[in-house]
């Protein structure tokens, strides 16, 4: 017996270290560390391309910490954040899976006559502000989004209440898709994002603070936390893990917090990049690994999400600014726009030019350039036509013009994370909701 139960021990360490090499392994290519996880594969007789879900192994050090600590599992701290006993919307969080396999941009021939067809869609006036509508933000499970204004408010709305309030035969009374509103900055927004699993909304906002609203909460209208930057905040990120956020100002390099403790953070080689003008945008990657961010000087900076150094920078737009910079969902690539009146792809590991979307003119907002939920499109505003542009997002070929029912171009688009859906927010303050027509 003895015997067999040490054999059986043997068997289950030998189990152990093969999960805890896959999960290093995974780890270290997620996070764009080829040649680490080379080594790592080799020495442990790992295959490189093992399947292990997003962030596994952050996930499970961070619950083991916190179990040995005693703590509340990591994330934004239910003691901290929010009071646990809130009920919070049902499965908040919880992502659907796509509606389509991801498109493979390292097939750069450009077929003529492939260019694939935007669906037709039907646009609703949802709600408007009391001066310019100036952002947009999709929760990542694609059932919320919010609004931020110059007028200081915030807007928070349910898109099964939009799609209701859509329907051509309604008649149970008027249907109100603003579920929250939050008045809490005393200057413009310039941006929000949806934690991952938690229901928190940041905001971002000239009064130089970053914002938390806990939306499970009917009757709140105030922040119940707030990080004082010493910056206007133009732009604002959370890192996946919901443990970490990015915040983009009118310094030249992101500040990073970390959520729990306040603690700032910048990158250590701010000397060697040469960057010297305002963040417009900032966002993640998919993983985490990586984040860009999207400069008045017309660079796209590509930085480590770890050690948060800049590894690459690319002057994208010339010396007109770089007003947006997003990752595919595979981290291969980056979509900027800029206000040189072009939308660009870009490769992550070269640098590299991959595509140009032309034929919208773009030079006076903040536009942006945004993938539809598949990636299969690329969509951004011309302004003098006062039009949202659509192109094949693999062949590069304008597909659509929309027009976009603003009074003046739309200053801000975003698109859904999970459906064919999109909002635009107009200088005329008003908000529309644009989807697929089935």
């Not at 900076?301 to 800049?310: H, T, Y």
């Not at 979509?335 to 072009?342: A, F, H, I, N």
Request: proline share 5%; with cysteine.
């Amino acid at each position: 017996m003895g015997i067999d139960g040490s054999f059986e021990q043997i068997v289950l360490d030998g189990k152990l270290y093969r999960e805890v090499n896959a999960l290093i392994v995974a780890h270290l290519r997620e996070n764009n560390l080829s040649q680490a996880a080379v080594a790592v594969a080799s020495a442990t007789m790992t295959p490189l391309n093992v399947e292990v879900p997003p962030n596994r192994l952050l996930d499970l050090v961070a619950k083991g910490l916190a179990m040995e600590k005693g703590e509340p599992t990591r994330g934004v701290s239910s003691s901290m954040m929010y009071d646990s006993a809130t009920p919070l919307p049902a499965a908040y969080g919880s992502i659907p899976a796509p509606r389509t396999a991801p498109v493979d941009f390292s097939a750069l021939q450009d077929v003529k006559g492939s260019s694939r067809s935007f669906p037709e869609h039907e646009t609703r006036h949802v709600s408007e502000h009391k001066n310019v509508a100036r952002c947009a933000r999709f929760s990542p499970d694609g059932r919320f989004f919010a609004t931020g204004s110059a007028d200081t408010s915030i807007k928070l709305f349910e898109v099964s209440k939009i799609k209701q309030m859509m329907l051509p035969d309604v008649k149970d009374g008027p249907i109100r898709p603003v579920i929250r509103t939050f008045y809490d900055h005393i200057q413009p927004i310039n941006d929000l994002d949806f934690h991952s699993q938690n229901t928190i909304l940041i905001s971002g906002a000239k009064d130089h603070t970053i914002k938390f609203f806990d939306f499970s909460k009917t009757t709140a209208k105030r922040a119940f936390r707030v990080i004082q930057d010493t910056h206007n905040v133009r732009s604002v990120c959370f890192h996946p893990s919901g443990d970490y956020l990015l915040a983009g100002t009118d310094h030249p390099i992101a500040h990073l917090y970390d959520i729990n403790t306040f603690k700032c953070y910048l990158s250590a080689n701010v000397q060697d990049i040469g960057a010297n003008a305002a963040i417009n945008q900032v966002r993640y990657s998919t993983t985490g690994g990586m984040y860009v961010t999207a400069s008045k000087d017309g660079a796209i900076r590509l930085w480590d999400g770890v050690s948060a150094n800049c590894v690459r920078s690319i002057i994208a737009h010339g010396t007109a600014e770089a007003t947006s910079a997003s990752f595919t969902k595979d981290q291969r690539f980056i979509l900027s726009c800029g206000k040189d009146s072009t939308v660009k792809l870009w490769e992550v590991g070269t640098g590299r030019l991959v595509k140009q979307y032309v034929g919208a003119t773009h030079v006076q907002l903040r536009c942006q350039a945004v993938f539809s939920d598949t990636e299969e499109f690329v969509l951004s505003v011309d302004e003098p036509r006062n039009e949202i542009v659509v192109w094949d997002a693999l062949t590069a070929a304008e597909v659509a013009r929309l027009r976009s029912n603003h009074i003046g171009p739309p200053r801000w688009i975003e698109h859904s994370p999970t459906e064919a859906a999109f909002v635009s927010c107009g200088t005329d303050r008003s908000i529309r909701f644009w989807r697929e027509i089935l």
